[in-house]
């Protein structure tokens, strides 16, 4: 059934063959061997924020087919993240699987390779996915810049027929072989002899390079201007689209303002009280219901998260307080004030986004923070990791720049030795940006670890 579209759905197809799979840089991200196109096959659905990189993590498995013997015209590829599709209509879905065909008739019986990129954009996408499962000898990819693609949707549409991986912006690992920092040398640092003195120079300074720059590829080797600007486009779009036009906000300056406080508050905790008061006297009309909506649009869209304390993670309250992580270090950088240099909200934000990258797809809660003691002796615990539900035991991640201060050692310390007790642990990490020591307390090993080697 040709769509209203079917000139432009025409027109994409018919570039993709002409231009080819680019070349990518590799990412970790692993989907897994490429199924064999059959029915029934399971959907390997790969989310994330936008411009972080799913569209070429596609291309990388493109490529593994492309090695593997099968033809260019094996692989639809489609990326419904077009201005020309809109108003978008289910009607397009079925245009593009029928355009495909009619270029490539041997492929409905002999198999293809689906890949379906921003699929979340079109309406009833779910249903036409479960109908394309249960008919199409084929292997299906789907990409999305939504989280519900990973809980709700999934689970009623696919009902055990997908399998989800996030991706986010590079690791500090990525971010060090794109740019050639010594990468092959990495291998020697859990070595007894530690890595050379020049893997470690490069190394710090492509930490420092790191927490400033972030892991967008685009945004590499910009001007730090170019990059800031870039950077709020790729957020200001996601709120266009993503909260915007999908939840039908209708008050986009508050949305803003909004997203850009949440964005600068990461690594620190963020009042919905405090933000509700803030607007209300800069004359920003929002309530607090509204402003907690947006921070869960906010979160569906993989722009920032949330954490909040051990014990309570699970409950949903929307007048808590949190502290807020954004999704990559850049972007904390690109909306926060220009005077603002914080290295350690950087260096905190980069520490718990490599939490979130082991920990992917798990429970509300499995990244917590704590508090230990009482009153004036009252510590907070940076990271509690670890899902009480499913009764794993925790680690305890600590983040401080530097210890040289006597009081700042003092403090982190003393909070950890407090907390490994409260939580049957007798291990503890405190990451930092260069120091690395091992100290054994009553309470247990606590690990002093240099960043650049803990990322």
Same mark, same amino acid.
């Given at each position: 059934?040709?769509?209203?579209?079917?000139?432009?759905?025409?027109?994409? #197809?018919?570039?993709?063959?002409?231009?080819?799979?680019?070349?990518?840089?590799?990412?970790?991200?692993? #989907?897994?061997?490429?199924?064999?196109?059959?029915?029934?096959?399971?959907?390997?659905?790969? =989310?994330?924020?936008?411009?972080?990189?799913?569209?070429?993590?596609?291309?990388?498995?493109? /490529?593994?087919?492309?090695?593997?013997?099968? $033809?260019?015209?094996?692989?639809?590829?489609?990326?419904?993240?077009?201005?020309?599709?809109?108003?978008?209509?289910?009607?397009?879905?079925?245009?593009? =699987?029928?355009?495909?065909?009619?270029?490539?008739?041997?492929?409905?019986?002999?198999?293809?390779?689906?890949?379906?990129?921003?699929?979340?954009?079109?309406?009833?996408?779910?249903?036409?996915?479960?109908?394309?499962?249960?008919?199409?000898?084929?292997?299906?990819?789907?990409?999305?810049?939504?989280?519900?693609?990973?809980?709700?949707?999934?689970?009623?549409?696919?009902?055990?027929?997908?399998?989800?991986?996030?991706?986010?912006?590079?690791?500090? $690992?990525?971010? =060090?072989?794109?740019?050639?920092?010594?990468?092959?040398?990495?291998?020697?640092?859990?070595?007894?002899?530690?890595?050379?003195?020049?893997?470690?120079?490069?190394?710090? /300074?492509?930490?420092?390079?790191?927490?400033?720059?972030?892991?967008?590829?685009?945004?590499?080797?910009?001007?730090?201007?170019?990059?800031?600007?870039?950077?709020?486009?790729?957020?200001?779009?996601?709120?266009?689209?993503?909260?915007?036009?999908?939840?039908?906000?209708?008050?986009?300056?508050?949305?803003?303002?909004?997203?850009?406080?949440?964005?600068?508050?990461?690594?620190?905790?963020?009042?919905?009280?405090?933000?509700?008061?803030?607007?209300?006297?800069?004359?920003?009309?929002?309530?607090?219901?509204?402003?907690?909506?947006?921070?869960?649009?906010?979160?569906?869209?993989?722009?920032?998260?949330?954490?909040?304390?051990?014990?309570?993670?699970?409950?949903?309250?929307?007048?808590?307080?949190?502290?807020?992580?954004?999704?990559?270090?850049?972007?904390?950088?690109?909306?926060?004030?220009?005077?603002?240099?914080?290295?350690?909200?950087?260096?905190?934000?980069?520490?718990?986004?490599?939490?979130?990258?082991?920990?992917?797809?798990?429970?509300?809660?499995?990244?917590?923070?704590?508090? =230990?003691?009482?009153?004036?002796?009252?510590?907070?615990?940076?990271?509690?990791?670890?899902?009480?539900?499913?009764?794993?035991?925790?680690?305890?991640?600590?983040?401080?720049?530097? #210890?040289?201060?006597?009081?700042?050692?003092?403090?982190?310390?003393?909070?950890?030795?407090?907390?490994?007790?409260?939580?049957?642990?007798?291990?503890?990490?405190?990451?930092?940006?260069?120091?690395?020591?091992?100290?054994?307390?009553?309470?247990?090993?606590? /690990?002093?670890?240099?960043?650049?080697?803990?990322?």
């Amino acid at each position: 059934m040709a769509s209203a579209f079917h000139s432009v759905v025409q027109e994409k #197809l018919s570039e993709f063959y002409e231009q080819g799979v680019p070349d990518v840089f590799l990412r970790d991200v692993s #989907l897994g061997e490429p199924l064999v196109p059959a029915r029934a096959n399971l959907v390997k659905v790969l =989310v994330g924020v936008r411009r972080c990189g799913k569209t070429y993590r596609l291309y990388q498995e493109m /490529h593994r087919i492309l090695d593997a013997g099968k $033809s260019l015209r094996s692989i639809l590829y489609f990326n419904f993240d077009d201005e020309r599709l809109k108003p978008y209509d289910a009607s397009v879905l079925d245009d593009v =699987v029928e355009t495909y065909y009619a270029m490539n008739p041997w492929a409905k019986s002999e198999g293809a390779y689906f890949f379906f990129d921003e699929i979340q954009e079109i309406p009833d996408w779910g249903t036409f996915m479960r109908r394309m499962v249960d008919t199409q000898v084929a292997t299906i990819y789907v990409t999305g810049s939504s989280s519900k693609m990973l809980s709700s949707q999934i689970a009623s549409e696919f009902r055990g027929r997908a399998l989800s991986r996030e991706i986010f912006p590079m690791s500090f $690992s990525e971010f =060090v072989r794109f740019h050639g920092y010594g990468a092959g040398q990495l291998g020697g640092l859990g070595d007894e002899g530690g890595a050379t003195s020049e893997v470690r120079a490069k190394l710090r /300074h492509a930490l420092s390079r790191y927490l400033t720059e972030g892991g967008f590829i685009a945004a590499q080797n910009l001007e730090p201007s170019d990059a800031t600007q870039l950077l709020q486009e790729y957020a200001n779009r996601t709120v266009n689209y993503d909260v915007m036009e999908r939840y039908n906000v209708g008050n986009p300056r508050a949305a803003s303002l909004f997203l850009a406080r949440c964005l600068a508050s990461s690594g620190r905790e963020l009042s919905l009280t405090k933000a509700y008061n803030d607007f209300k006297s800069r004359r920003v009309s929002i309530g607090r219901e509204a402003l907690s909506r947006l921070l869960s649009y906010y979160e569906e869209s993989y722009l920032l998260f949330s954490v909040k304390s051990y014990g309570v993670a699970l409950a949903d309250n929307p007048r808590s307080s949190a502290k807020v992580y954004a999704a990559d270090p850049s972007l904390f950088g690109a909306f926060s004030p220009a005077p603002a240099s914080d290295k350690g909200q950087r260096l905190e934000t980069a520490v718990f986004n490599k939490l979130l990258r082991e920990k992917p797809s798990v429970r509300q809660g499995a990244i917590s923070r704590a508090f =230990v003691g009482e009153g004036s002796q009252r510590q907070e615990i940076d990271f509690v990791v670890g899902d009480a539900m499913a009764l794993e035991r925790v680690k305890l991640v600590q983040v401080s720049c530097s #210890l040289a201060d006597p009081s700042t050692r003092k403090r982190e310390m003393r909070a950890l030795e407090a907390a490994m007790p409260q939580f049957d642990t007798e291990e503890a990490w405190i990451v930092t940006m260069d120091e690395g020591e091992e100290v054994q307390t009553p309470a247990g090993c606590i /690990h002093i670890v240099p960043a650049w080697e803990w990322l």
